[in-house]
């Protein structure tokens, strides 16, 4: 059973919007922090938004705040990543990640994110 596995990505248009999701499974997601990556082609992975484990604290890219949202559904298991006025630049393959806590780090490696899906292909065309 995979623990994190991710969905909703595809092929959309300049100025459209994607709702990523993400399903956790096989260890107590709702008392871990939680976070979205992406990786473009030929670029390193680049941090886009995290939350803390109850949804109170949250944290975004210069590159995507205000056009992007992070929450999540404990009772689902869930996180959630709503991508709106979508830009070629947002074109990468997304990842979701959980820590090893309830917080998330700013300043630490990846955030402090530890466990990491297989992610989805978004691609935003002009």
């Known amino acids: 059973q ?5 969905s909703g990505g595809g092929l959309v248009r300049v100025g459209g919007s994607l709702r990523l999701s993400c399903v956790a499974s096989g260890f107590n997601f709702n ?5 979205w990556f992406r990786q473009a082609p030929g670029k390193e992975r680049e941090f886009v938004a ?10 975004y890219a210069d ?3 205000g056009r992007f949202s992070i929450w999540r559904e404990n009772t689902k298991n ?4 709503q ?4 830009r070629p630049e947002d074109t990468a393959g997304y990842y979701c990640a959980t820590g090893k806590g309830s917080s998330y780090y700013p300043g630490a490696v990846d955030y402090g994110m530890v466990s990491w899906g297989k992610g989805t292909l978004v691609t ?3």
Do not use: C, F, H, Q
């Open 78 to 81: 869930s996180l959630y990543l």
């Open 63 to 65: 590159s995507v705040n």
């Open 83 to 86: 991508m709106d006025r979508l």
């Open 31 to 35: 008392l871990l922090a939680a976070a």
């Open 124 to 126: 935003v065309s002009a």
């Open 2 to 6: 995979v623990p994190l596995v991710e």
């Open 50 to 59: 995290a939350i803390n484990w109850g949804g109170g604290s949250k944290y």
